[in-house]
């Protein structure tokens, strides 16, 4: 960040995205590589589907448990001190499962690497805003975010498939895990602390550190219905994460290659979106695009709902809906979230809209798909995902406006931190 007066910080800007961005992306690697190895791991451990969605949910829950409180641990000691040793842990995580000598330990194992995630989460989030300068940080924190489903869902999968081609699945979670502990010690060389935390400019300069009051973090009503919000997104995302490919494979009757194919388009839709939809909200507003990206979502996943086994179509259509609900998770946890915190507290703010989001869509949600499906069907989980978006698209009609281009002079608590003392040390 730039002190009034003086340039941006170009260059720490675009080291410290680009670390925080390899780093969510190993995030979402670490979390999703154990679903291309689900059929090598319940035949080896004599474990059923059952199960391999606890290990998913479990990691949901204390993955949004953590980054209710982690979030706010990082505003107080600083962000180096929750990134670094989060980033460790869940890659040494990721190394023990391939350890699991059962479903027990493979449920711990994910659950703390829940905890790891969800502490990561949050806090990069806040480093990518305050290391953003205000013009471009709907751009950043996409690009950001867009790592976790390129990474976790669309190169994933190739790379696990094409790793057990030489080795067992315990390799294959080793393997993963060795580039989180190099890019921890980059991390340590790289990545400032704000202001808030330290009392420094960014040339050394004393400054008093400003934090507002806790009670604070609820004037601002884009908390609340990003709250909201977000749980519509992720019961979109997570719901059809984890049952598209049964429901191709098994109602649509599709070929493992062509549901392959199909599937695919979560991950790759997913990295589209996630950098676009905040990239575009630099300009045209945070508001306008939350409304497009939930409207878009469910009309193109109604449309894939109406159709049949038509790859080609169904692809296009899956490719879309996880363009917008992808996009609409980084628009909700990145700009919406830390223009709307107050001084201090951005990483509080953007825990508490991810904590809520990920227990109830990203742990709950999935739950409840699977009763769904086991009661009436695995194709009526896709509702459950729709009415998700819908209540989305509702809740998004209420929500301030706050992208710098189009508040006409008027700041966020972070624009005026950094105009007023600089915001890294």
Not at 28 to 50: E, F, K, S, V
Request: charged share 10%.
């Amino acid at each position: 960040m730039a002190e009034a007066g003086k340039p941006w910080d170009t260059a720490y800007e675009w080291k410290a995205i680009t670390l925080l961005t390899l780093g969510f992306g190993l995030v979402g690697l670490d979390r999703w590589i154990i679903a291309p190895l689900a059929p090598a791991i319940i035949a080896d451990l004599n474990m059923t589907p059952q199960d391999m969605n606890n290990l998913v949910a479990v990691l949901g829950i204390t993955w949004g448990v953590a980054a209710l409180f982690m979030g706010g641990l990082s505003d107080r000691i600083g962000r180096r001190k929750v990134l670094i040793p989060a980033i460790l842990v869940f890659s040494l995580l990721s190394g023990f499962s391939g350890l699991a000598a059962g479903l027990a330990m493979m449920l711990l194992a994910r659950a703390l690497m829940g905890v790891s995630e969800g502490a990561f989460c949050p806090t990069s989030f806040a480093a990518t805003a305050e290391a953003s300068k205000p013009s471009r940080r709907g751009f950043n924190q996409g690009l950001q975010q867009s790592a976790f489903s390129l990474f976790g869902l669309g190169l994933g999968p190739i790379l696990a498939t094409q790793l057990l081609s030489v080795m067992s699945w315990r390799g294959v979670f080793m393997v993963v895990a060795v580039p989180g502990l190099i890019l921890a010690v980059l991390m340590y060389m790289v990545i400032r602390d704000p202001v808030t935390v330290t009392g420094k400019t960014a040339d050394g300069a004393g400054a008093k550190p400003v934090r507002a009051p806790f009670k604070d973090i609820f004037k601002h009503r884009n908390i609340v219905l990003g709250m909201v919000g977000l749980l519509g997104a992720m019961c979109g995302i997570f719901v059809l994460s984890a049952n598209t490919p049964m429901y191709l494979s098994t109602h649509l009757k599709l070929g493992l290659q062509e549901m392959g194919f199909v599937a695919s388009a979560i991950g790759f839709g997913g990295f589209v979106g996630q950098w676009t939809l905040p990239g575009l909200s630099d300009f045209v507003g945070r508001k306008i695009m939350a409304i497009v990206g939930f409207l878009g979502a469910a009309a193109s996943l109604w449309l894939f709902i109406q159709t049949g086994a038509e790859p080609v179509r169904l692809f296009a259509l899956l490719f879309v809906s996880a363009a917008f609900s992808f996009g609409l998770l980084s628009l909700i946890t990145g700009p919406i979230a830390t223009e709307a915190a107050p001084l201090g507290l951005i990483a509080t703010a953007a825990g508490m809209i991810i904590g809520v989001g990920e227990i109830f869509g990203g742990g709950v949600a999935p739950i409840l798909a699977g009763s769904i499906a086991g009661t009436y069907g695995i194709e009526y989980t896709l509702y459950l995902a729709l009415g998700g978006l819908l209540v989305g698209a509702v809740v998004s009609l209420f929500l301030q406006e706050t992208a710098p281009r189009r508040t006409k002079g008027a700041l966020s608590e972070l624009d005026k931190l950094e105009n007023e003392i600089g915001g890294v040390a």
